[in-house]
């Protein structure tokens, strides 16, 4: 009923720049808070940054200054711009979601996540 998918992964190299995109599709009746989180190999998923539906933000401290949650409600997406990038910022990210729908005249919430995209920064 409901989905997200990421896109916007890729290999860069340090330094530099990528966006990341999550986009929620289904019988959406509203979406809540938001954020992406990522898992490095042998590492525990951690939270990259989140973001409430009035659209206030706050990052982990490895990524602060350099990373920028963002979302865009009518298009039900949500955004991560990814600067000055590291080689420690390479991990699988995920989009996660707070995410009210609708099925057969009632309403649930529940919690959703992506796929995961792969960014792997190296030179």
């Keep these: 009923q409901v989905q997200l998918v990421e896109s916007g992964g890729g290999l860069v190299q340090p330094g530099g720049s990528l ?3 999550c986009a929620a599709s289904g019988s959406i009746f509203s979406i809540n808070a938001m954020g992406w989180y990522r898992q490095a190999p042998g590492k525990q998923r951690e939270l990259v940054a989140a973001i409430t539906s009035g659209g206030s933000t706050n990052y982990a401290d490895s990524v602060k200054g350099r990373f920028t949650i963002s979302r865009d409600n009518a298009k039900k997406k ?3 711009q990814m600067n000055n990038l590291k080689p420690e910022d390479t991990a699988v990210y995920y989009c996660n979601a707070d995410i009210t729908y ?3 005249d009632y309403y649930y919430t529940d919690d959703y996540w992506g796929q995961g ?3 792997t ?3």
């Design 117 to 119: 995209t792969q960014v």
């Design 19 to 21: 966006r990341l995109s």
């Design 102 to 104: 609708y099925s057969r």
């Design 121 to 123: 920064v190296s030179s």
């Design 78 to 80: 949500m955004y991560l």
